[in-house]
């Protein structure tokens, strides 16, 4: 019996998992479509069809950044629903627990964390890669800020140069709408360099449609310029990679590889670690649903006690986020940011169950 009442609540989890994620995607595609057609839609090259494309890519970021707040709806409607129908009441006659039919929506939210890791995430880090490239080659004359990097320095023979863009595209390789800095031995400025994009070639940077701009002469335009380097491909690649643009699949090898460059990398392990705790994190979102949840109501469930919940599960992604900021910069290590959020909301749900069901 708890074998086929398992598997039908889990139906029903997934079932109603897949309408919600079908309402977010239709909901974001909508908005997220208004959006970019208002920011891009006066840039050269933008069209309806292109703006569309760039939503698709971008949607699968956005849909796993709403997957905890999937978890936490889909826990509440399902319960919710089992309970309106005295289903769990049913259940709970025939002497099962409420730890026992809570077993089927555990391994459902598992399920989908794990479907979020291992699909959407790296649909998400390709999809934003390319959604850049497309609003990299939308932009044209157009200067406009579509994302900060981290800027680089590098010191080449006598000539100290500081390096920055506001897009990263190639992998850190193709620069766009980059500013170079140039210094004397004594750190004053010399030169400054705004050019339309940089690519590292072997050895320099190439930069094209250059303005130059230096203390007391007039500035000079330059269709090309180059820039010599001793900056290899390979650090660039791995210094300049955003985190959300790397899929899970590849992340190990990322953070193995900035190892052995002295490049730190908090971001990416904390990245990681966030993929990996997701999983339990809808766990204690699906906890956190279940304590405003199981309770009997025939007809309607307490609206103070639901609003509850969602302001419980606000509360935890929040906390999660700011705790992954601190990681990604290096103030608390990478695990402890992704997972001890997740161990402390899991133990207060079930504490809260536990007192519920067991006094």
């Known amino acids: 019996m708890i074998w086929t009442l398992g598997g039908y609540f889990l139906k029903r989890y997934l079932l109603t998992a897949f309408w919600f994620f079908l309402g977010v995607v239709s909901i974001v595609f909508l908005i997220d479509f208004t959006e970019s057609s208002g920011r891009f839609g006066s840039l050269p090259g933008a069209t309806v069809t292109g703006t569309l494309?760039?939503?698709?890519?971008?949607?699968?970021?956005?849909?796993?950044?709403?997957?905890?707040?999937?978890?936490?709806?889909?826990?509440?409607?399902?319960?919710?629903?089992?309970?309106?129908?005295?289903?769990?009441?049913?259940?709970?006659?025939?002497?099962?627990?409420a730890w026992q039919f809570m077993i089927p929506f555990v391994l459902g939210a598992i399920l989908v964390g794990i479907a979020t890791t291992l699909i959407i995430n790296p649909l998400a880090a390709y999809?934003?890669?390319?959604?850049?490239?497309?609003?990299?080659?939308?932009?044209?004359?157009?200067?406009?800020?579509?994302?900060?990097?981290?800027?680089?320095?590098?010191?080449?023979?006598?000539?100290?140069?500081?390096?920055?863009?506001?897009?990263?595209?190639?992998?850190?390789?193709?620069?766009?709408?980059?500013?170079?800095?140039?210094?004397?031995?004594?750190?004053?400025?010399?030169?400054?360099?705004?050019?339309?994009?940089?690519?590292?070639?072997?050895?320099?940077?190439?930069?094209?449609?250059?303005?130059?701009?230096r203390p007391g002469e007039v500035q000079k335009r330059l269709a090309?310029?180059?820039?010599?380097?001793?900056?290899?491909?390979?650090?660039?690649?791995?210094?300049?990679?955003?985190?959300?643009t790397v899929a899970f699949y590849d992340l190990f090898q990322k953070i193995e590889v900035a190892r052995s460059f002295g490049i730190p990398t908090q971001a990416l392990e904390t990245q990681l670690h966030t993929l990996l705790a997701l999983p339990f994190l809808l766990v204690a979102m699906t906890l956190i649903a279940a304590t405003v949840s199981i309770k009997f109501s025939r007809f309607n469930q307490s609206r103070t006690v639901i609003l509850g919940g969602i302001v419980s599960g606000f509360v935890l992604y929040v906390a999660t986020v700011l705790v992954k900021a601190f990681g990604s910069s290096g103030v608390v290590p990478p695990y402890i940011a992704a997972w001890v959020p997740v161990v402390v909301a899991m133990a207060l749900g079930a504490t809260i169950l536990l007192h519920k069901e067991d006094g």
């Open 224 to 244: 090309t310029a180059r820039v010599e380097t001793n900056l290899r491909k390979d650090f660039v690649q791995e210094r300049l990679t955003q985190p959300e």
């Open 127 to 213: 999809g934003q890669s390319k959604a850049l490239e497309i609003q990299a080659n939308w932009r044209g004359e157009a200067r406009t800020t579509t994302l900060t990097v981290p800027w680089l320095r590098q010191i080449s023979g006598s000539t100290d140069v500081v390096i920055g863009a506001k897009t990263v595209l190639e992998e850190g390789t193709l620069l766009v709408d980059t500013i170079l800095i140039y210094f004397d031995a004594e750190g004053r400025i010399t030169l400054r360099q705004d050019a339309a994009s940089a690519k590292l070639e072997d050895g320099y940077w190439l930069l094209t449609d250059v303005l130059e701009t």
């Open 53 to 97: 494309a760039l939503t698709a890519l971008r949607l699968p970021l956005i849909l796993q950044q709403t997957v905890p707040f999937i978890g936490l709806f889909v826990g509440m409607t399902t319960l919710i629903g089992l309970n309106r129908k005295s289903e769990l009441v049913v259940a709970r006659a025939a002497g099962i627990s």
